[in-house]
């Protein structure tokens, strides 16, 4: 069964702490995202990795950096973490290689919901 | 960019009643789109996905439509049970190597017994 773990399912954390969000996936997948999910909002792209140590920016990366050292661990930083941060962050796993039949479904992990306070 | 509205953002229905959920893309170069269930605590699962050589595609009780020339993609869920409670999410992408989902905002579909 495939996986992709987050690290925690609820996080309560002071403003301005540093805070990180870790991801790992066992597909061995080449792209890995960063999603935040809000009421009424969707599922907003914050940052993306096609490879080991490469990152590109997505619709809202301000205040987040991210790190992939390895295949398969991603992890979400908050720099120093405000209120307006507070939200629920899903990480997401796919495949690059296309197969005869193009599939590049996205796995998600089960959510980390952040509180900052 | 690639930008998917999708609506209704809550539906309400009895059980047995079918569910319909719309969707619209901007990007013509897109050619996957997959849609997504997310039960409540969980992370989105895909339940069913088209590619845009193909109009119309069916698994048991759920089908999706998809109108390239209208730039639009919809759901069909008939029979409709309580367990099909949930928020779904479309999204569209180009479907390439460098795969990067944009998702509607999301419609919670409620299933009354």
């Known amino acids: 069964d495939v996986k992709v773990t987050q690290s925690s399912r609820y996080l309560v954390k002071r403003t301005g702490e540093k805070v990180f969000l870790e991801c790992v996936q066992d597909m061995d997948h080449e792209n890995m995202f960063w999603y935040r999910q809000d009421p009424g909002l969707g599922l907003r792209l914050i940052y993306f990795?096609?490879?080991?140590?490469?990152?590109e920016k997505g619709d809202i990366p301000e205040g987040y950096s991210v790190s992939r050292e390895k295949k398969e661990r991603f992890s979400l930083i908050l720099e120093s973490a405000s209120t307006n941060q507070t939200s629920m962050y899903l990480c997401?796993?796919?495949?690059?290689?296309?197969?005869?039949?193009?599939?590049?479904?996205?796995?998600f992990g089960q959510g980390t919901r952040l509180t900052v306070v | 960019g690639e930008n998917v509205e999708q609506h209704p953002s809550t539906l309400s229905v009895q059980e047995g009643d079918s569910a319909v959920i719309k969707c619209t893309y901007s990007?013509?170069?897109?050619?996957?789109f997959p849609w997504y269930k997310q039960e409540l605590g969980k992370g989105p699962q895909l339940i069913i996905d088209i590619r845009s050589n193909v109009g119309e595609k069916k698994d048991q009780r759920i089908a999706v439509t998809l109108n390239k020339t209208a730039k639009h993609f919809s759901l069909h869920i008939t029979e409709t049970q309580p367990e099909d409670s949930a928020v779904y999410f479309c999204a569209a992408s180009e479907g390439g190597g460098s795969y990067i989902p944009t998702f509607g905002r999301g419609t919670s579909l409620i299933v009354h017994p």
């Open positions: 997401a796993s796919s495949s690059s290689w296309r197969g005869p039949i193009g599939s590049t479904e996205a796995f």
């Open positions: 990795s096609y490879d080991v140590k490469m990152k």
């Open positions: 990007d013509s170069a897109s050619n996957y």
